[in-house]
Nanobody, 127 residues
Framework: QAQLVESGGGLVQAGGSLRLSCAAS????????MAWFRQAPGKERDFVTL???????YYSDSVKGRFTTSRDNAKNTVYLQLNSLKPEDTAVYYC?????????????????????WGTGTQVTVSS
């Protein structure tokens, strides 16, 4: 079983950048596809990015071109680089993992697909 711990959130001005990290322990990290979701106050948890166990990347339209996900299997860590941040990016960002998930269908966009979750890190973007 995987345990996931996010870090790197904080308060940033619009146009700024942050880098989130998600450190995993337990299980075999290289077999996990790693996703980021976010949840703004009063809203549902939404898909942000996926980096599959094979290295394929997928992004929501709202972050494409601004956010970049990557992984370091040697460090059991996945990263989310957030650039050109907007106030509407304000949310709690969650890391999620699912073994061997691919982007071949749209299941990767659904939070119910993922077995393992972190507790989240707050990102606040001021205008």
């Amino acid at each position: 079983q995987a345990q996931l711990v996010e870090s790197g959130g904080g308060l940033v001005q619009a146009g700024g950048s942050l880098r989130l990290s998600c450190a995993a322990s337990g299980g075999t990290f290289s077999r996990y596809s790693m996703a980021w979701f976010r949840q703004a106050p009063g809203k549902e948890r939404d898909f942000v990015t996926l980096i599959s166990w094979g290295g394929g990347t997928y992004y929501s339209d709202s972050v494409k071109g601004r956010f970049t996900t990557s992984r370091d299997n040697a460090k059991n860590t996945v990263y989310l680089q957030l650039n050109s941040l907007k106030p509407e990016d304000t949310a709690v960002y969650y890391c999620a993992a699912e073994p061997f998930l691919t982007g071949s269908n749209l299941r990767y966009r659904e939070d119910k697909t993922y077995t393992y979750w972190g507790t989240g890190t707050q990102v606040t973007v001021s205008s």
